[in-house]
Structures are given as C-alpha cells and as structure tokens.
C-alpha cells in the first residue's frame, strides 16, 4: 500500500471534500478524484476501497476529533468545549455545502450512510454519552439515556441545517445558544 505524507493525505481530503461540495456525492466519480486530487485511480481504490469510503475518511480526518474529551467540570462547559474544538488542520478543510451535497446521497448509496453512521455518527453518540455520563456522576443531569439519544439527534441539528433555514453557517455564538437553550433543558440540566 502506498504511504502518504501527512500533508499529502489533508491535500488529497481537501480536494475530495471540496469536489463533492461543488457536485454533489452522487455526480463524483473515482476518475475525477484521481484528476482533481493529481492521484491515480488505482491507488486511491487501492487504499481506501471505494468511493464512500474515501470521503468518509476524508470528513473523519478534516474534521477531527480533539485527543481528549473535554471536563471541566460542568456539562454547560464540556458541552462548549465539544462545540468550540476547532477542526484541523484549519476550519475550510471543511467546504460549507459539503453537508447538503452529501445528504440525498445517504439516502440512496448504502455503503456511504453505513460508513457515516458507523465512522461519524456513532462515535459521536459515543462521546456525547460519556461526557453526559460525568454530568450523571456530578449529579447534573439525570441518567436518561432516550434523552440521551434525542439529544445527540438534536446536537446535530444546526449544523445540519442551520445553513439551510439561515443561508449561513452557524457561528460559535449561534451553536452556543443552541446548546443552552436546547440541548441542556433536554437533558434536563439542573
């Protein structure tokens, strides 16, 4: 398998990231990705398998997940500081669009809503339920996990469709009240 640099990997994110945020999964081919990304089609197949596979990868690592998650010591904080985690290597590794051209392919490509269910969302459900597992343990919050999972579809939402209902990405100001005003009085937040 052929190894890549570091940069050469985020290079190669961003351009698979931003060529679907321009097109829309679904009009993507491997041939343009190879074209876009200076890469040839047989190594991308040969490294990451498929189409669905490659931008899920891509989306896990522009993304990224901070090393630890947070605690200080109120949910009201952790919450914050899991909304204020920065993406690496810089926020436009992440296109804007990239959301909504990706959402009717979830609809109609299985191995793609398999791989952001498994690879995205699970993990995140993960970390969301053990950073409301230290609020139960401090007494925050009670243990109510179908809050849990409402919340953590709820915790989803403006960045799924803030730019939708607002024709504008949702700023730190704008999640933050989001989280105060809705995700806390979900979880029944004291």
Not at 110 to 117: F, G, K, M, T
């Amino acid at each position: 398998m052929t190894r890549l640099t570091d940069d050469r990997r985020i290079e190669l994110f961003c351009g698979v990231l931003e060529l679907v945020a321009d097109r829309g999964y679904d009009k993507v081919t491997m041939d343009q990705v190879a074209e876009r990304t200076h890469s040839s089609k047989a190594t991308l197949y040969r490294q990451w398998g498929s189409k669905a596979r490659l931008v899920v990868e891509a989306i896990t690592c522009c993304a990224g997940a901070a090393a630890e998650l947070p605690d200080t010591g109120s949910l009201q904080g952790d919450l914050h500081a899991m909304v204020l985690q920065k993406p690496r290597p810089d926020e436009s590794a992440i296109p804007p669009d990239l959301i909504t051209s990706l959402l009717p392919a979830l609809k109609t490509d299985p191995e793609l809503a398999e791989a952001v269910r498994t690879d995205i969302i699970d993990a995140f459900v993960r970390d969301l339920g053990i950073v409301v597992g230290h609020a139960v343990e401090r007494g925050e919050v009670p243990d109510d996990p179908e809050a849990l999972q409402h919340a953590a579809v709820a915790f989803m939402a403006p960045f799924l469709l803030h730019h939708v209902v607002h024709d504008v990405e949702p700023g730190d100001d704008d999640l933050l009240a989001y989280l105060d005003a809705v995700i806390l009085p979900a979880l029944g937040a004291r």
